[in-house]
């Protein structure tokens, strides 16, 4: 589930670079012509034209590189998905935009805001990879069958005593020949009746066996909660690394949008600038290049980000998360536990209310 969850946000992300690499393909061909037109009219040199075609050679390879990539995504999510034919899967996909990732940092924002917040969600994670852990689970299940063990090894050493009672109706067939107030009297005699019985067992010297068998149990036992102990330590440090990861990551991507923030503000200039003449083609290329390349490592970046949330889901052992990790329900009910669990550690007054508010949006 998470390698299939992988290769659909993989696909997702070659089909935005494709898109992204045709409108820069585009664009430098455009200035190409344009270049082309002014070195006739000896407005540019023949250096400016030569490099443009460079440019739009390594546009259109970037484009093939991007094309394939996106081509490789599809046979691996039809592979991963045992699809009896290739086929390409109506991926969904909300529009991203500025906007909603502003809105979306101030949800992720709350947590990371004091050194208190981040190990209070340290510890949220850290439960729910112990709560929902597969492998950690089936180790308490083998503690708990190993005990079981045990005690029954250790009560062979105790005496046993049995009690039964039974309850038996006897037919008596030889009452056949007798008068029939004599076989009367025979049945209110042997007819009906009950018997108790019973056994005491003392344990005998078997040369040592019983206490072989509780020391092997005991040592049983002590193993599994050895694997119990290091499986919680490599569980919390892997939640914590990979909520590491992922922070990082959403760093990452607040520094590619300030990129292409900034160099969407340097190609408005830059066009007025080209327009009213004091701009060589050349050095209007290298900025919408800035901005064309800034699009494509922000988009790099969120990809990665939410390839590190699906990532961090597998540690926690969350396939619900994973499998529906596009329902909006599912990921809000999930966020809404977790500010619940960061409100009650954090021990500070917010208004609970509007974050409610927030989060259900």
Known sequence: ????SLAYLNTLGFQELLQARREYLNLVRRNRDTAEFKFNL?????????????????ARNDLINTRESLYASWVLLNKLMNLPQEIRLELDRDEFTEKKYIERSSKFDLFFRTERGIKVIREFFTKQTFQY??????????????????????????????LKADW?????????????????RLEDIYS????????????????????????????????????????????????????????????????AMSNVKSSTENMKIANVQYLQGDLPVIDLLNIQTNLILSQISSISARYSFYQSLISLY?????????????????????????????????????????????YKK
């Not at 589930?1 to 299939?4: D, G, L, P, R, S």
């Not at 009910?333 to 954090?346: D, G, P, S």
Request: hydrophobic fraction near 35%.
């Open 314 to 358: 597998r540690t926690m052992g969350r396939r619900d998360l994973i499998e529906k990790f596009q329902s909006r329900e599912v990921m809000s009910n999930f966020r809404m536990k977790m500010l619940e669990y960061y409100m009650e550690h954090i021990k500070k007054k917010y208004n609970l209310d509007s974050i409610n508010k927030t």
């Open 1 to 4: 589930m998470e390698q299939i």
């Open 42 to 58: 000896k407005e540019t040199d023949k250096t400016d034209l030569l490099r443009l075609d460079i440019e739009l050679q390594n």
């Open 192 to 255: 009906n009746g009950w018997s108790v019985k019973g056994e005491v067992s003392f344990p005998i010297y078997l040369g040592g066996e019983r206490f072989k068998q509780v020391d092997q149990a005991r040592a049983k036992v002590l193993e599994f909660m050895n694997r119990e102990r290091n499986l919680k330590i490599d569980l919390s440090e892997r939640a914590r690394t990979g909520l590491f990861q992922l922070y990082r990551n959403r760093k990452n991507l607040d520094y």
């Open 168 to 184: 038996f109706d006897q037919l008596q067939n030889d009452t056949r020949d007798l008068s029939e107030i004599e076989s009367q």
């Open 133 to 162: 852990s597969a492998e950690l689970q089936q180790i308490k299940a083998n503690i708990l069958q190993t005990e079981s063990e045990k005690e029954l090894a250790v009560s062979k050493f105790y005496p046993s005593a049995q």
